[in-house]
């Protein structure tokens, strides 16, 4: 279906989002001081270890990590259908 270059970017977009939303949160936690809801933690404690996942994936490709992350993404937009 695709090629292996082609899921390392779709890959690579994936960490790149959920980068970029883990250090968002942190800042707007951390540095602002705004307290985030129940729900928010939630969607937090799904979204955070999706960073790290992803990263392991990418550094050597590996298109397996997608097993470990899926469920934590499903969850986290289930809470946040939800929220």
Known sequence: MHDKRTQWWWLMAAWAVALVSTLGALFIG????MTPCVLCWYQRI???PLALILAVGLM???DRCVRYALPLAVAGWI?????
Do not use: C, N, Q, R
């Not at 809470?79 to 929220?83: D, I, K």
């Open 60 to 62: 050597p490709f590996d």
């Open 30 to 33: 951390e540095v602002m001081g």
């Open 79 to 83: 809470v946040a259908l939800y929220h």
């Open 46 to 48: 799904a979204m955070f």
